[in-house]
């Protein structure tokens, strides 16, 4: 397939879902990588045979996986390599209890932060430092940190000694992890979050309970500022 023919006249009800295919496809096709731009809402609409409103539906879908970025005024560019987007179901899912799982995350981590900053070791700081070093290594790679962000987290709850605390965060774990990733595939947001960690270590650093809470807290409110959360798939 050429890639001047990769588009095709859309037949399924739901054309923003074909939209989404279409788009896979030609990526393949046209060998684009990260940070290439795609064709134009105007030209997409024009070549598939849909309405502006469903190339916009796809693009917003990609979007809010942090496989396009939107530049207003700029176009829609490539954040991967690739378009492998997720079922819109399992999109509707996660966005449905990533809420409970951020209060869960908030309301558990602050007190683990207050708990580390008057009980850290100076092993615990170590640990701390060793994340935010791989932290800075895996962002200058290019990659998310979500290893990273893992481990200095898992570092704050060491530190905190309260077994039933860390009981209830291996429960939450894997919840946490895609949180984690949901926050951290945002534009810019890995450098951000890198910011936001070493306020954290310093105030339990200094043994500031209060700062250590406040640093979480802030921290845990920018992980929860994700476009996931703005998306309406009713609207799609």
Do not use: C
């Not at 965060?169 to 979050?193: N, V």
């Amino acid at each position: 397939m050429s890639v001047s023919d990769s588009f095709r006249p859309a037949v399924r009800s739901r054309l923003y879902e074909q939209v989404i295919d279409q788009l896979r496809e030609h990526v393949t096709a046209a060998g684009l990588k990260s940070g290439d731009k795609l064709p134009s809402e105007r030209e997409l609409a024009e070549r598939i045979g849909v309405s502006r409103a469903s190339i916009k539906q796809a693009i917003v879908v990609l979007e809010v996986q942090g496989l396009v970025e939107i530049r207003h005024g700029g176009g829609t560019y490539l954040r991967t390599d690739s378009l492998s987007p997720e079922p819109i179901a399992t999109l509707v899912e996660r966005k449905r209890r990533l809420p409970d799982v951020l209060d869960a995350r908030e309301a558990l981590e602050t007190k683990l932060a207050e708990l580390a900053a008057m009980r850290r070791t100076e092993e615990d700081i170590a640990e701390l430092d060793a994340a935010l070093d791989s932290m800075r290594t895996e962002i200058a790679a290019g990659a998310l940190g979500e290893e990273s962000d893992h481990r200095f987290h898992a570092a704050v709850t060491t530190a905190a000694r309260n077994d039933l605390l860390a009981e209830f965060m291996r429960e939450i774990a894997g919840q946490i992890a895609e949180s984690r990733h949901e926050s951290l595939q945002q534009p810019d947001r890995p450098q951000q979050s890198l910011g936001q960690h070493q306020r954290i270590a310093e105030a339990i650093r200094r043994q500031d309970p209060e700062e250590a809470v406040a640093a979480m807290r802030a921290h845990l409110r920018t992980v929860s500022r994700v476009r996931l959360l703005t998306w309406h798939p009713e609207e799609s």
